[in-house]
């Protein structure tokens, strides 16, 4: 079982579409939270941390359920600029090896016009 | 303002070659890591290094080496590339390991 688990998708979804990522992990210990971006071919990039009390930027708000072990990522209105794939990262100690930043596989998103 | 810079940003290398993967950052930053990244996969940790003169192994380090004899660079070694080394390599740096991760611009690394 993967540390983190993302849906992979494809999601396809039309202009001004709200759509929604989820993302589980497996170490109740995790600390910290976060949603990378990655465009195609290029480096991953920080979009938003993931608090307690769940976090709202401009149209993108992230929450956490530490009970469950789940994290989520809301996209309000999407944009063609928002097509990416959108990474869940979790601050963890997996099996046998030191406490790291341990990336889900990724959701692709690709809005249409 | 260069951030984390890689070089190279592709090469292809027979199999059983040797490289080595320079990374390079001017943020100060204490924490550098080195990721593969494979379709399907996500980003994988392969070595990190949380200061000057320290490395240590992360979840798949065999095959490869690192040093980190500056603080602002961190150099990942293939002694003898296999094929299952093709991969899209990561340099990363963060102030510390529960913060903001900044990437370079990747390796594409093809063995053949």
């Known amino acids: 079982r993967k540390e983190v688990e993302q849906d992979p998708g494809p999601f396809n979804v039309p202009e001004g579409a709200t759509v929604a990522f989820n993302c589980t992990y497996s170490n109740s210990a995790s600390q910290s939270f976060f949603w990378y971006r990655q465009d195609c071919r290029k480096e991953p990039k920080l979009l938003m941390s993931?608090?307690?009390s769940g976090n709202e930027d401009g149209r993108f708000t992230a929450q956490l359920n530490r009970a469950s072990q789940y994290i989520s990522l809301l996209i309000r209105d999407s944009k063609l600029s928002d097509s990416a794939t959108y990474l869940c990262v979790v601050n963890m100690r997996p099996s046998g090896s030191a406490r790291q930043l341990t990336f889900g596989s990724g959701t692709q998103l690709t809005v249409l016009p | 303002n260069a951030g984390v810079t890689q070089t190279p940003k592709f090469r292809v290398l027979k199999t059983g070659q040797s490289m080595t993967l320079l990374c390079a950052q001017d943020m100060n930053h204490e924490y550098m890591y080195w990721y593969r990244q494979d379709p399907g996969m996500g980003l994988r940790l392969i070595h990190y290094?949380?200061?000057?003169?320290?490395?240590a192994k992360g979840e798949v380090p065999d095959g490869y080496n690192v040093s980190r004899l500056k603080k602002q660079n961190f150099l990942l070694g293939l002694e003898s590339a296999a094929p299952s080394q093709t991969s899209v390599y990561f340099c990363a740096s963060s102030n510390q390991m529960n913060t903001e991760a900044f990437f370079g611009q990747g390796t594409r690394l093809t063995v053949v």
């Open positions: 993931v608090y307690s």
């Open positions: 290094s949380v200061g000057e003169g320290t490395t």
